[in-house]
């Protein structure tokens, strides 16, 4: 691989996506994308005994499903990335135990997914694995309990509020597949003084404008070369200041953008408010329809960009602004 740029990573055999995975929950499959997932549940606890203990399933799920799509065994991995929104990344720390793969938990809250696959990227180019394993998970119970209120407590939410999905995705990174990842950036933390943990929207647009205007700039294109540029989890508040944010640049994104907090459900009826949210909300997305929609030859080259919001609990009571990461990954087929 050779740096483009000043920030982007361009792979020069570029490594490819051999199988994909999407888990989702019961709202989740009756949003716009509910026939996109390759496993959906009614039960918010997945047969388990905590909503903790569902989160590691939908991750264990989403790896063993992706497996058995690419062909391959878990003892046929290298290293498996992953993380989820719980402290200590304990959902991937359990789902995971029995794969018995090397590895490695990242903390990029909503933006794992495009973490995850960007190391795997890098893992698979320079020679350093043959096949790694990107999965990350969410789970809207275990989410609000952790970071805002138990859901017993029936608090109000506000409007600017997004829906953690209770959703999982996974992607197995190799040689000889369809979909190549071609570029990848690792975007810089970016803090606004936003405090509002029910406004994720606002805390993750800086930083999703700021990585995508570095990577526009390092690669000397515009989002019209695109298919599709594909941000998560901004949901209808972040998307606008993103918009915003760009257009104050130069860079109109309207005709060529989506993101998958406002993709994955149907405001409208779905009582989500400003959209989706999570680690799982960009990566079922990614790993249950844009991949798909890549293979059948509806979509060729995107930009994946997913965007997190780095908080913990701690940092919350505490009174500390909420900092922003965006992660970009292209990906291509020929």
């Known amino acids: 691989m050779k740096r483009i740029g000043k920030n982007t990573l361009e792979f020069e055999m570029p490594p490819t996506i051999l199988g994909h995975a999407a888990i989702g929950g019961k709202k989740e499959a009756e949003g716009p994308l509910g026939a996109d997932y390759d496993q959906t549940f009614q039960d918010t606890t997945l047969n388990t005994e905590s909503w903790e203990k569902a989160e590691a399933q939908l991750q264990k799920e989403a790896v063993a499903l992706a497996l058995e799509k690419s062909g391959f065994t878990a003892g046929q991995m290298d290293v498996i990335f992953a993380g989820d929104l719980l402290n200590q990344c304990i959902s991937s720390t359990f789902g995971l135990l029995d794969f018995q793969i090397p590895f490695l938990g ?7 997914m ?47 509020a997004q829906w953690t999905a209770t959703a999982s995705g996974c992607a197995i990174v190799g040689k000889d597949g369809a979909v190549k990842i071609r570029r990848g950036l690792a975007g810089k933390i970016v803090d606004l003084g936003v405090k509002d943990a029910a406004n994720m929207g606002a805390a993750m647009a800086p930083a999703a404008a700021t990585s995508i205007y570095e990577f526009l700039e390092d690669t000397g294109t515009v989002p019209s070369d695109y298919d599709g540029i594909f941000t998560g989890d901004l949901g209808l508040v972040g998307t606008r200041l993103l918009f915003q944010t760009l257009g104050e640049n130069g860079i109109d994104l309207k005709g060529v953008h989506n993101d998958c907090g406002l993709m994955i459900y149907d405001r409208e009826t779905q009582d989500v408010h400003a959209g989706g949210s999570g680690c799982g909300c ?13 293979q059948r030859g509806k979509l060729h080259n995107i930009l994946f960009c997913a965007t997190g919001a780095l908080m913990s609990p701690t940092s919350q009571q505490q009174g500390e602004n909420i900092p922003g990461v965006c992660h970009i990954l292209n990906l291509t087929v020929n």
Do not use: D, I, N
């Open 106 to 112: 990242q903390y990029g809250a909503c933006s794992t």
């Open 114 to 160: 495009a973490q995850t696959l960007l190391l795997s990227a890098v893992m698979v180019e320079s020679g350093a694995a043959e096949r790694a394993v990107a999965v990350t998970s969410s789970h809207f119970c275990s989410a609000e309990r952790q970071f805002r209120t138990p859901l017993e407590y029936g608090a109000q939410r506000t409007p600017t």
């Open 282 to 294: 960009s990566a079922s997305v990614l790993c249950g329809h844009l991949l798909k929609k890549m």
